[in-house]
């Protein structure tokens, strides 16, 4: 029995040699481990999260900012208001016929809510707000609309009417004045003062008068003016003829006064004395000033 024993310790101890254990140690069941691959996605998809570029939000701060920078950056600049009036009016006169807003806008490239220019443009005395809305011309000259009528106020004029107070009367005056002159109707002389034309009435007998034979152009044309002021002032002189003195060639003398001489002041010494004060002379006067 003892060798029985002894061999199956033996055993025993070969075996735990092998395998490298402890007999007296309990074997410890382990607990199955979890799959990896769930940890390994959710790792990744995290990483993947991190790596992408998450939008900031703005504070409060930066978005102030943000608005004074937009204020402070400079805005184009607007039409000054009287040359969006002058352009509409323009517009109107252009086409002398009624227009909306929505019209001249779109000729003008104006803003049709501009409230303050259509509003003026009611109230100018160069434009007629009718009764639909839309805006007319008006001219200086409301009752010349034709040639016949432009005759007439020519002539009620024989002092001469400006061309700019006319120019505008209608759409076809210029062509209705250059027939009225080739007619012989009327004629017009630049006013240099006026720096604008002048249109004169050509009075009924001198639009009877023959024009000049071939001999008086001729002799016109043979006399040969001087284009130099002093030699024409010379031939002038010589024909006993006074030229006319021109407007700003003359200067006045300039009258050069002596300076005046300052008056000396004489310093007259005044007699003072205590009249005025009688009462220190009623009572008893000192014999001696101590």
């Not at 002189?237 to 008056?263: D, F, N």
Request: charged residues 35%.
């Amino acid at each position: 029995m003892q060798f029985n024993l002894l061999s199956e310790l033996k055993k025993l101890k070969n075996r735990t040699t092998q395998s490298g254990k402890d007999p007296s140690e309990k074997e410890t069941k382990k607990k199955p481990s979890k799959p990896r691959a769930k940890s390994a996605k959710s790792a990744a998809a995290k990483s993947s999260q991190e790596a992408k570029p998450q939008p900031k939000k703005k504070s409060t701060a930066a978005k102030e900012s943000a608005k004074s920078n937009d204020s402070s950056r400079p805005k184009k600049p607007q039409t000054p208001f009287k040359k969006r009036l002058k352009d509409a009016i323009t517009a109107l006169l252009d086409v002398r016929v009624p227009m909306s807003i929505d019209e001249i806008c779109a000729k003008t490239k104006f803003d049709p809510d501009d409230k303050e220019l259509w509003l003026a443009l009611g109230k100018s005395p160069r434009t007629e707000l009718l009764p639909d809305g839309r805006y007319l011309y008006k001219s200086q000259l409301t009752n010349v609309r034709e040639k016949g009528e432009l005759l007439t106020h020519v002539r009620k004029n024989p002092r001469g009417t400006v061309w700019m107070d006319i120019r505008d009367a209608y759409q076809d005056v210029e062509r209705d004045l250059k027939s009225l002159v080739d007619q012989r109707q009327v004629f017009v002389l630049h006013n240099p003062d006026m720096e604008d034309d002048v249109v004169y009435p050509n009075s009924p007998t001198r639009e009877k008068i023959a024009p000049a034979s071939g001999e008086v152009v001729d002799l016109w044309q043979e006399i040969q003016v001087p284009h130099e002021p002093s030699e024409l002032e010379d031939a002038l002189r010589k024909a006993k003829i006074e030229p006319s003195r021109k407007r700003g060639l003359e200067k006045r003398a300039v009258i050069m006064k002596a300076p005046k001489k300052a008056k000396k002041k004489d310093f007259r010494y005044r007699k003072v004395t205590n009249t005025h004060m009688p009462e220190l002379f009623n009572s008893q006067q000192p014999d001696q000033i101590d």
